[in-house]
T-cell receptor, first 112, second 116 residues
């Protein structure tokens, strides 16, 4: 079963707008939450990550918001650019298992 | 610095044929992973390895076998290919970080496999 649920499946946003992608997890053993960006024909690449002891992390135009009590986290892309058009995956990791669970992915299209 | 290299990049097989996908990393990483990516399903873990000579099952291991005889290589085998195994396969590697878990996975660019 999908232990990490991601929404929406796809997203269209105008240049300069804000893209928001949400993920929810079930297992409280997860202790590291990365986001990956994937362009067509390429493998995913780490974009930004957070641990559950902080509620927000910002790197440039990308921000993760984390709500431990709700078991939810989200990616915000500010001032979206056409070059941000890609598929984004959230993931959750447990030190106990040494492996990642991925969300289903969100295809983001930024229109000029 | 090549990072993670997957070979081949593309392959078409007939049902029942066998093949091996090769993943090689030059970063001296302890952890290696094989995923399959299908539309609407994200990345699903097939098998993984936490070090040379070790392997473990992931979410969807049936129909696949793996071997990690050398630290830098992780092989994924399909013994008798089935159409349901048509997918894009990604290999990833990661350094081990005691108690932190914040080392990123480095992915290859994938192998696109079609089984007719």
């Amino acid at each position: 079963q999908q232990q990490v649920k991601q929404s929406p499946q796809s997203l269209i946003v105008q240049k300069g707008g804000i893209s928001i992608i949400n993920c929810a997890y079930e297992n409280t053993a997860f202790d590291y939450f990365p986001w990956y960006q994937q362009f067509p024909g390429k493998g995913p690449a780490l974009l930004i990550a957070i641990r559950p002891d902080v509620s927000e992390k910002k790197e440039g135009r990308f921000t993760i918001s984390f709500n431990k009590s709700a078991k939810q986290f989200s990616l915000h892309i500010m001032d979206s650019q056409p070059g941000d058009s890609a598929t984004y995956f959230c993931a959750a990791y447990s030190d106990s298992w040494g492996k990642f669970q991925f969300g289903a992915g969100t295809q983001v299209v930024v229109t000029p | 610095n090549a990072g993670v290299t997957q070979t081949p990049k593309f392959r078409v097989l007939k049902t029942g044929q066998s093949m091996t996908l090769l993943c090689a990393q030059d970063m001296n990483h302890e952890y290696m992973y094989w995923y399959r990516q299908d539309p609407g399903m994200g990345l699903r873990l097939i098998h993984y390895s936490v070090g040379e000579g070790t392997t473990a099952k992931g979410e969807v291991p049936d129909g696949y076998n793996v071997s990690r005889l050398k630290k830098q290589n992780f092989l994924l085998g399909l013994e008798s290919a089935a159409p349901s195994q048509t997918s894009v396969y990604f290999c990833a590697s990661r350094s081990w970080d005691r108690g932190q878990g914040n080392q990123p996975q480095h992915f290859g660019d994938g192998t696109r496999l079609s089984i007719l």
